[in-house]
């Protein structure tokens, strides 16, 4: 089987950030996208509007950059398409927010959007479609060529417990904590073509391999293979869907800095005739459970003879390392958010503290998600916000300005 390649000339930049609708009065899911989207094209017509789009349920908006050179240029991007579906939005009692998972709604309760990619998917999948009321962020760097794809993929599997211990934004599940930092990666990965990735040597292996699954009849298109790192031939890129959604635009400005600065320095080690090093794939999974398990805290293998290194100074360290090919790209700055988030916690970490600070109320934690994706930036050190049950008129959030004693981040 032959699939084409449309190589990047760079490590160009693609952003795909799945939002929540949420109901201002009750806080749950509301199934509003199709609605909202209408009015979308109505307002800035068909070539813009094609920049939010449908999903499995129809109370989540996935927003997506075009082609970008820097990861400033796709927050803009993201930010510009967000505003006017706020607006829209606002004026029908939804807010937008973003974590792996919504902490009180139940998937039972969601209505799928009416589409046949959906309807074929909840028919052969089932209960596990049914149940993927999930949220994620997927970035895309563009890859110099075909040859490089796969061995960039197999040598991002080193770096997946990094994204998704930096990501892990979903601790509560049906309005339970689950006790992990990530429920969405452990959900997800329940589906047959999802999880890991395979290691496989080159293209053509990754051609042939593709053949099999659909001679077999395992899947109909290659659209259809939901690893956590995955090619995209169509936008010639290497896809990293490992993370949980993410509360806010900076923090997807740091995952997205990591993430173009790790492909486009294995595109240049490529070129120089350097073989990139493919982690075990049974490490791997480990180290994944583990930042799955405990986010920032976690302790993850270093080797296979099971020396283990807080994942925390790991990502500080590959920071590090990765300045220079920021500088070079344009995105230091947004890189070196990454050891904000490390430094003051993930948002599993801040929900669970909202939740304490509520005893264990969590309509809380949704208007803290809330005000988190309007400020653009984690809020830290905030107590339990106040329930309301309509959008105020100040300038912070949905659930109201932030109290004198929030500090919302600003570095």
Not at 148 to 163: C, D, E, R, S, T
Request: charged content about 20%; aromatic content about 6%; glycine content about 8%.
């Amino acid at each position: 089987m032959r699939i084409p390649f449309s190589s990047s000339t760079s490590s160009s930049l693609g952003i795909e950030w799945e939002l929540q609708l949420v109901d201002y009065q009750s806080r749950q899911l509301r199934g509003d996208a199709a609605v909202i989207l209408d009015e979308l094209r109505a307002k800035v017509g068909e070539r813009e509007a094609a920049k939010a789009k449908h999903e499995l349920f129809d109370s989540t908006i996935e927003v997506i950059t075009g082609v970008c050179g820097s990861v400033g240029e796709a927050t803009a991007d993201l930010a510009g398409t967000i505003s006017v579906l706020r607006d829209l939005a606002e004026r029908r009692g939804v807010g937008l927010m973003c974590s792996g998972t919504h902490p009180i709604s139940d998937y039972a309760s969601q209505r799928i959007t009416e589409d046949e990619r959906y309807a074929k998917l909840v028919s052969q999948m089932q209960w596990m479609a049914r149940r993927l009321l999930i949220f994620g962020v997927h970035v895309h760097v563009g890859v110099r060529s075909p040859d490089k794809a796969m061995p960039i993929v197999n040598a991002l599997m080193a770096y997946i417990p990094h994204f998704l211990a930096l990501s892990a934004s979903s601790p509560y599940w049906l309005g339970d904590d689950t006790g992990l930092a990530s429920s969405r990666s452990q959900v997800f990965a329940s589906l047959p073509t999802a999880g890991l990735p395979y290691p496989l040597d080159d293209w053509p292996g990754f051609e042939a391999f593709m053949g099999t699954l659909i001679a077999s009849g395992t899947i109909e298109t290659i659209r259809e293979i939901w690893w956590d790192i995955r090619p995209h031939p169509n936008f010639g890129t290497v896809e990293l869907r490992i993370c949980d959604g993410l509360p806010t635009l900076m923090e997807v400005g740091a995952v997205a800095a990591l993430a173009q600065c790790l492909v486009d320095r294995m595109n240049t080690q490529i070129d120089r005739g350097y073989r990139l090093p493919a982690p075990k794939r049974w490490l791997v999974q480990e180290n994944k459970w583990r930042a799955a398990r405990y986010g920032l805290d976690a302790q993850i293998m270093i080797d296979a003879q099971g020396a283990v290194r807080s994942v925390r100074d790991d990502i500080i360290d590959l920071v590090e390392d990765l300045l220079p090919v920021a500088h070079r790209l344009g995105c230091a700055g947004e890189l070196a958010d990454v050891l904000a988030i490390v430094e003051i916690g993930g948002s599993s970490t801040r929900q669970r503290e909202v939740a304490r600070r509520a005893g264990g109320d969590l309509l809380p934690v949704v208007d803290t998600l809330l005000a988190e994706m309007e400020a653009g930036r984690p809020i830290v050190d905030r107590p339990a916000a106040s329930r309301v049950t309509s959008p105020p008129s100040g300038p912070v959030s949905p659930s109201g300005p932030v109290p004198a004693s929030g500090v919302v981040l600003g570095l």
